[in-house]
């Protein structure tokens, strides 16, 4: 069974703290991504990449910084989390045919 | 840039057919994709249309008219599981981004 892993459900964080949200997949896929997903917005890009080491940015990445240091692993790092970084964040990763997307199960982030 | 337009709500009763209408704007665009999220769930996999037509998958079938920018997910004999979000995306072989709408509430109701 394929699986994305993300390392916590939910997670509450102070404002001015550095947040890292880690996820891992199992399936040796080369493309990987990070949403947040926000009540009327859908799913919005904040960075993803495609190999080890390379990352891009998505639609929204200000205040969100990315970490692919290995294929199975994608780290997105939030460096001084802000109330308005209080989301629902889902990681995804897509093989090379690029046709599905497996998501992780989200981490809700509340930053109080 | 990217955009892609669904509308925000549907509602239907059960056993009926429902279309959920998706446009979008690309560049490079490689296919067009369907997902499903219920609530404090996160999305799966529907369909992918890389081609001009319908793929059909048991109750649920995708079409997509390239030409058109335009693609749609019909859902039939609608049951009450089916209430959740629906959301349509694109990948663009330009920038290598999968790109989602933001969302369609279906309601299905008895």
């Known amino acids: 069974d394929v699986k994305v892993t993300q390392s916590s459900r939910y997670l509450v964080k102070r404002t001015g703290e550095k947040v890292f949200l880690e996820c891992v997949q199992d399936?040796?896929?080369?493309?990987m991504f990070w949403y947040r997903q926000d009540p009327g917005l859908g799913l919005r890009l904040i960075y993803f990449s495609y190999d080890v080491k390379m990352k891009e940015k998505g639609d929204i990445p200000e205040g969100y910084s990315v970490s692919r240091e290995k294929k199975e692993r994608f780290s997105l790092i939030l460096e001084s989390a802000s109330t308005n970084q209080t989301s629902m964040y889902l990681c995804a990763s897509v093989g090379q045919l690029n046709t599905e997307a497996f998501f992780g199960q989200g981490t809700r982030l509340t930053v109080v | 840039g990217q955009s892609l337009e669904q509308p925000s709500e549907v509602t239907a009763v059960e056993g009926a057919i429902v279309q959920i209408n998706c446009t979008y704007q690309t560049s490079g665009f490689y296919g067009l994709s369907w997902y499903q999220q219920h609530d404090g769930g996160a999305p799966t996999f529907l369909s992918y249309?890389?081609?001009?037509g319908l793929e059909e998958t048991g109750r649920f079938s995708s079409f997509l008219s390239r030409s058109d920018s335009y693609g749609y997910l019909l859902l039939q004999e609608l049951q009450m599981k089916d209430s959740a979000s629906y959301f349509c995306a694109v990948w663009s072989g330009a920038t290598n981004k999968l790109i989602f709408g933001t969302g369609t509430l279906l309601a299905v109701q008895p």
């Open positions: 249309n890389a081609l001009d």
């Open positions: 399936m040796d896929h080369e493309n």
